[in-house]
């Protein structure tokens, strides 16, 4: 049973306070295996890894068929069913012309003083996208990866996806023909991250790292984290509907079976104005789980973080849901623009009762990639701005000098940095002369 | 002595290599007190800060003198010479006229499928700025923090600053009230940091924490990541001058040495088209070197880390200076905004010999935050980019839905995710009805 909760009752501030602070999971510190993983892989490169695939993935491979080759990929991609390759091309087409709109402009502007400012975006060089292996091996989230990195102007683009018996996704390897990407290694774990991160004889080191993986993953991105840059580091998947009496319960009820199938630390909230509501979306819960192949996943994640949480409207609601920061928030309301405006802190939100947060996770053209953990207090999905990066740009004519340079000086005694200000003074006196 | 290299020597590759390299700072490893630090103040809040600040900054406070009284504030803005309240005031005005351009727009649009997309910027609500004390407390760092901040619409803005033997800077105090801080607080260290990611009785937690520090300082920051967001943790200073032999070798000097007195493992270095060039400049540094009041920390930092650098053309600077990724890169050439297009990875260009470096420092406009330690490549320096955050939109009609909701289906079977899919379905299912 999920938690029931009403925020009019008496003792709702120490129950929502604990809901927010439920740790919903415990890696395993695995920090001191990582480490040494990664110093292998610098000391030893290819060896290294080639090594540690044998070990881990079961897999001999050589320097030569540590990278898929085009023919490879080729025959894999023959397997994909033709329409899963359809879908993956529409996902892609919207994911792309989403992105495409992310790209902020470049400036530049002479201000009074006759100084010349702006700044300039430009593509990181080289980015690596890592892919789990196994089950929670997603092509959407290949896509979700790999094309922003393309919009962006990334050039080299490399994936890892490890390949455990040698056994390959089909269908990650179209998302990755599909976005772009320009190579594939069949490497993963933390190897794969220290090889990206540092290079190896075979494979060139790249500047950012994204993309999703276990704990050994993780460690090794926090690890590399300085040396490269990286995304977010994910914590498990949640979603909040906030849904007035309205709706169908089953809709609610699949919408929140969604988050819940992907991990028991997953967490769904249902959020009401209407109490006999928020008890039928239960009771339709109750009845997929009877069915869903799922279904000990998700029950697990349903009866261990879910809630059901009846308010008297709507301002409360949007109160509660900012406290919470959801991963994924979900309006099915009359007026959801409304109450979106009033829901400042999420990663993503979906409008109305047509907008099932699975079409987000898929085809809807915003990223999936998203802050969890109650982080979307202070941090954005993924996007193209994490593909590129800014210089800013300012040019002094003389007068701009003399304009501003005196405070410059002013400024650098204050701080005692003598050179700061002598460098300014040099040139001015120079005007002066 | 600095480097002497020249691109067209035999073992130049090896040489520049080592150069980008070199390991110029070695943290101590205070990870261990840190976290010991951060457990106490979250377990004993208050307490455990006053103590801590007891102890570290030898000064005996209550719950109640933790923080700057209004009164206190204005008493020590009265000590601010006049010219240093202008120039402060003048800098503010530009730091806030530049980070005011940088504000993003927010953005909507319906696709021909029928779905309404877009995303919307909101604040951070409250933001921590440590302030180190001492001698490296920069009244200028102050408005470079708070100002981005104060433009992204932050409504609560708190300051951390320790006042060891209770002495404060009062340009950092006056800098903080012209930048629009919202609370002071006399306390430093990994203490300062637990208590701003945590809260206390006394201080409310952030959620975002920026602004530089000692060792303990980052580890903390490291330590409190994902609780809140933080900046980058910043390395020892660095400037690239690009330079042609048209230019006074003084001025040069006085640039290089703006970031070697910074500190003795700040890197300052320079690439000319002319050795000759190269040679009086380094000449010009030696002079300087006898009368500079920080020439020991400035000559230890030319000494070791410092070069100069003979190129046969301008390409090959720029090439050099995108391995580099330089935080501060300055062009004294002919056409600097020809050479600063091909000039793609970098924190901050200054363009021509009327901009030295300082001038970006205090009054430019742009943000003195940049990246260290070849994090150009992947990352910008501060911005009001770092105090929002966007939430993505999407919101279907019936009709888009309809259009590409089957694709959904799809790719979620692929993934074996069938609530999803099921979520998709049974809105389908009453279209069709």
Redesign the interface.
């Known amino acids: 049973m999920p938690v029931f909760l009403d925020s009019q009752q008496a003792d709702f501030e120490t129950a929502f306070t604990a809901l927010l602070n439920a740790k919903r999971e415990d890696s395993p510190d695995v920090d001191d295996i990582v480490a040494g993983i990664i110093a292998d892989v610098r000391a030893r490169g290819d060896a290294a890894v080639l090594e540690l695939t044998a070990k881990f993935d079961r897999l001999d491979l050589t320097a030569k068929t540590l990278r898929f080759s085009e023919a490879e990929i080729e025959a894999f991609c023959a397997h994909v069913p033709e ?2 390759r ?3 091309e ?2 892609a087409e ?1 994911i792309r ?2 992105h495409i ?2 790209m ?1 402009e470049d ?1 530049q ?1 002479t ?1 009074p ?1 006759g ?3 702006g ?2 975006w ?1 593509p ?2 080289a980015a690596g996208l890592y892919v789990p292996g196994g ?1 929670a091996s ?3 989230s290949v896509l979700m990866n790999a094309i922003p990195a393309k919009v962006a102007g990334v050039q080299r683009l490399a994936i890892t996806v490890p390949t455990p018996d040698g056994i390959a996704n089909p ?1 990650v390897l179209l998302a990755a023909r599909i976005a772009g990407v320009d190579e594939i290694y069949r490497i993963g774990g933390a190897q794969a991250i220290a090889a990206l991160a540092y290079g190896t004889q075979t494979i060139a080191p790249v ?2 790292i994204t993309g999703p993986g276990n704990a050994f993953v993780a460690a090794a991105k926090r690890r590399v984290f ?1 040396k ?2 990286i995304d977010m ?1 994910a914590g498990p998947s949640e979603i909040l509907v906030i849904a007035d009496g309205d709706n ?1 319960p ?2 609610i009820a ?2 929140l ?2 988050q ?3 991990d028991e630390s997953a967490q769904s909230l249902l959020i009401t104005t209407d109490a006999g509501f928020g008890r039928a979306v239960a009771e339709a819960v109750d009845k ?1 789980l009877q069915t ?3 279904r000990a996943i ?1 029950g697990a994640s349903w009866r261990d973080y879910g809630a059901v949480i009846t308010v008297p409207d709507l301002d409360q609601a949007a109160a509660l849901s900012n406290r919470i920061a959801p991963e994924h928030l979900e309006l099915c309301v009359a007026n ?1 623009e409304a109450l ?1 405006d009033k ?25 999936h990639v ?2 969890t ?1 109650r ?7 993924l ?1 193209v ?1 994490d593909f590129i ?10 007068e ?2 003399r304009a ?5 000086e ?3 005694r ?11 003074t ?2 001015l006196d ?1 005007l002066n002369r």
């Not at 982080?375 to 999905?381: E, I, M, N, T, V």
């Open positions: 329409d899963e359809r879908a993956l529409q996902a919207r012309a989403y709109r992310q902020p400036a502007w201000d003083d100084a010349t400012l700044w300039r430009t990181v060089s089950l997603y092509p959407s269908a500047d950012k300085g490269v840059g580091i169908d089953d809709w699949l919408d079976m969604s819940a199938e992907h997929r869903l192949d799922r998700a959801p979106a829901c400042t802190h999420a990663g993503a939100i979906f409008l109305g009762q047509w907008t099932p947060e699975a079409i987000g996770d898929y085809v809807g053209g915003p990223n998203l802050p953990a982080s979307a207090r202070f941090s954005s999905g996007s701005m990066k800014r210089t800013t740009l300012a040019k002094m004519s003389p701009a000098l501003i340079g005196p405070a410059a002013t400024l650098a204050s701080e005692s940095l003598q050179a700061h200000g002598l460098s300014v040099a040139r120079r």
